[in-house]
T-cell receptor, first 115, second 113 residues
């Protein structure tokens, strides 16, 4: 069975500081990994994905994520946080060796960027 | 650039009432999904449709039914609403291959009293 964990319910960071939102996963095969962002009263928006290749992937709004196979992690990062980055962030994983449609979402991490 | 459109945005039902949540996408995506979002539980898959004419159960299908009316539309029906179905419901779609991300609608906030 595949699973994904976001160990922090909330992350607070000062504007201009680097931010990290953590995600770890468990799959039996090689994972497909995704990050989504949800602003208040909106649906989730796709940020970035890792399928294969370079372990550092870049996405929308200046975000990037680093895939670490040995630590089974896929942490979301941004060099300099903006107040507008405040939102709910979800990590998701799919095991390609499993069901075609099976994507598991984490429980979400609320990012608060303090002016 | 409508993407995924869900109606209604808000609904209050009494226990036992029925209703249908509507979802339409204009991106010519093959796959469509219904998720529910509850505090502290992330998103859980209710039903999905890999292509027009097919539907399958997800993690939490009990109490729900779906219809893939055509390639654009995928509806979710609650036959007899229960308070446990109070949630925010999201419809999503995806292009054919599994390494694409989802496109989500803006959600339906359902309260069952």
């Amino acid at each position: 069975a595949q699973s994904v964990a976001q160990p922090e319910d909330q992350v607070n960071v000062a504007e201009g500081n680097p931010l990290t939102v953590k995600c770890t996963y468990s799959v039996s095969g090689n994972p497909y990994l995704f990050w989504y962002v949800q602003y208040p009263n909106r649906g989730l928006q796709f940020l970035l994905k890792y399928i294969t290749g370079d372990n550092l992937v870049k996405g929308s709004y200046g975000f990037e994520a680093e895939f670490n196979k040995s630590q089974t992690s896929f942490h979301l990062k941004k060099p300099s946080a903006l107040v507008s980055d405040s939102a709910l962030y979800f990590c998701a994983v799919r095991d390609p060796s499993g069901g075609y449609q099976k994507v598991t979402f984490g429980t979400g991490t609320k990012l608060q960027v303090i002016p | 650039n409508a993407g995924v459109t869900q109606t209604p945005k808000f609904q209050v039902l009494k226990t036992g009432q029925s209703m249908t949540l509507q979802c339409a996408q204009d991106m010519n995506h093959n796959s469509m999904y219904w998720y529910r979002q509850d505090p502290g539980m992330g998103l859980r898959l209710i039903y999905y449709s890999a292509s027009e004419g097919t539907t399958d159960k997800g993690e939490v299908p009990n109490g729900y039914n779906v219809s893939r009316l055509n390639k654009r539309e995928f509806s979710l029906r609650l036959e007899s609403a229960a308070p446990s179905q109070t949630s925010v419901y999201f419809c999503a779609s995806r292009a054919g291959t599994a390494n694409y991300g989802y496109t989500f609608g803006s959600g339906t906030r359902l309260t069952v009293v």
